[in-house]
């Protein structure tokens, strides 16, 4: 089994490197794609609630999201060393791009950074925030490790408290709850699925997920799911004849053939996680364009 602390790992990077091999491995560290789509997500769902995007508020909590989200990323990086080293070789601090202790150091600067942003929307927010920062900080060992299903479920519920969090301060309406719902679901095939690429490291790891402690037919079960309750939820607007409703039939069209292609076309399991990000990018968008 591997040790659960990545305490022996290089403190410096273990190559030269220039600045623009730097910059790129600084941001595959942080996850810029991921970023991007939760910041969308961020705007789309102040859009739908009515409030302007462009205002302070809404800068201190898009901007809070991306630095907080940041910070997880990299922790999660920092943590899960030895087993990337398994499973994803080409993460930079397993390449020796960035060292250890500057990944630590940009991981805890980042949180501070975010749960400061939040300090200036109110308590609401900044508990929110610190709720948020504590959730990333003990996902990849108190969750990840002993209750892999709980952390899936943590991090689909971070990902849908974006949405959620807005209607709570500027009022629900219909499209706000859909978009909740299916970042929700969509969000959990997600890492679910990410899991099932990452079973050689994590039962090195001695990590308990549905991809190494149960059958394949079980993670299938649970993706299954997953995504029929992220159609059903999609449908809601059409059956109610919401403005919505003909844009989500792209998305909703992308899913089913996804799903299909994947499950009887042997789609690996990587490209369809992949297809399941693109996915929600795509229901993103088509509220981005519809206007709420």
Known sequence: MLSKHPVNGPDRPTRRVNSRIMIRGMLDLIRWFSLSGMALLALVSLRLAGHSPSSAWSIYFVSGIIVVAAAGYVWNDYLDYRIDAINKPSRPLVQGLISLRFARTIAILLGAIGLVLYVQLGIFFFLYSLFVVVVLAFY??????RHGVIGNLAVALLLASIPLTVG??????????????????????????????????????????LATHYSR????????????????????????????????????????????????????????????????????????????
């Open 168 to 209: 709570a301060k500027h009022g629900w309406t219909l499209p706000l709850a859909v978009l909740a719902g299916v970042t929700f679901c969509l969000g959990f095939a997600h890492e679910v699925m990410k899991d099932a690429e990452d079973v050689p490291g994590d039962r090195r790891g001695g990590r308990k997920t």
């Open 217 to 292: 037919l079980a993670l299938e079960g649970a993706i299954s799911t997953s995504l029929a309750f992220t159609l059903a939820i999609g449908l809601v607007p059409l059956a109610l004849g919401s403005a919505q409703s003909k844009l989500l039939v792209i998305p909703e069209t992308m899913l089913v053939a996804s799903f299909v292609f994947w499950k009887f076309g042997g789609m690996r399991d990587a490209v369809f996680r992949h297809l399941l990000k693109l996915n929600a990018f795509a229901y993103v968008i088509a509220y981005f364009i519809a206007g709420g």
């Open 140 to 145: 990849s060992r108190a969750l990840k490790d």
